[in-house]
């Protein structure tokens, strides 16, 4: 009974290393043998390793805020390639929307009862109020997602900058006859200040989600990155470097 005992302490403690491992290779974008070892030495082909339990995968996909190193990585987050695509989105979106629109807009009476009566939008308006609704107006949730599901740290930086951007879009594009449409008809002051108290802070929030489940992937299935690898194969021996047998 005894041994029984000392062979399942052993058992469990070997398990909660291999969560700790795990843990500690997706925080740090190493591989679990290189965490667990110091980061000396690697192995050419990494074996599986065992998942974490949920609990432990929830917990280590959480960050403390690091305000200080956040700011100074704030040159490598806002030239990454998703913040740069979902500003780019922000932007073509908000100038297709309003150049497409601008003319329909234009010829609505706001002061009948059904203004939109007879009113119908070609494929391109279509197309960009769609992604003009996902990445501008407010909360740019498409855009918060896109850069934190690809940001390497400081999330919730290049969110906030994001939201920033999507709110000046929002505005602008407020101004034009196209903006009417988003109001109504109704007086844009209302609008500019909800997408003001709602955009940037929004942004930060879902980028920040994002990326922690990201990280939550990547620690609830540690061998995802080892699918496809296959084991270096050993050496042969030429035949080459046999010496002839003598007769």
Not at 96 to 108: G, K
Not at 129 to 147: D, E, K, N, T
Not at 167 to 196: D, F, H, K, R
Not at 230 to 238: F, L, R, V
Request: aromatic content about 6%; proline content about 7%; overall charge positive.
């Amino acid at each position: 009974m005894a041994r029984a005992k000392r062979t399942d302490r052993t058992e469990a403690r070997r398990r909660h290393r291999a969560e700790q491992a795990s843990v500690a290779a997706a925080e740090t974008g190493a591989e679990p043998e290189e965490a667990s070892s110091g980061g000396k030495g690697s192995r050419p082909a990494t074996p599986p390793q065992k998942r974490p339990s949920i609990t432990a995968a929830f917990r280590g996909a959480m960050r403390p805020l690091d305000l200080r190193g956040d700011l100074r990585a704030a040159p490598r987050v806002l030239t990454h390639w998703g913040f740069l695509a979902a500003i780019g989105i922000a932007v073509l979106s908000s100038i297709v929307f309003v150049v497409s629109t601008n003319e329909l807009a234009q010829t609505i009476d706001w002061s009948v009862a059904d203004p939109l009566a007879g009113k119908q939008l070609n494929t391109v308006s279509n197309l960009s109020y769609l992604a003009f609704s996902l990445f501008v107006a407010p909360p740019p949730a498409a855009g918060g997602f896109l850069i934190g599901f690809t940001a390497k740290r400081a999330s919730w930086l290049g969110g906030l900058v994001f939201g920033i951007v999507s709110t000046l879009c929002y505005i602008v594009v407020l101004q034009t006859p196209a903006g009417l449409l988003l109001t109504g008809g109704q007086p844009a002051g209302a609008a500019v200040v909800n997408a003001a108290a709602i955009s940037p802070i929004g942004a930060a929030l879902f980028a920040s989600v994002a990326a922690w489940y990201r990280r939550f992937l990547d620690l609830a299935n540690p061998n995802r990155g080892n699918r496809g690898q296959k084991p270096q194969a050993k050496p042969q021996q030429g035949r080459g470097n046999m010496k002839p047998a003598r007769r």
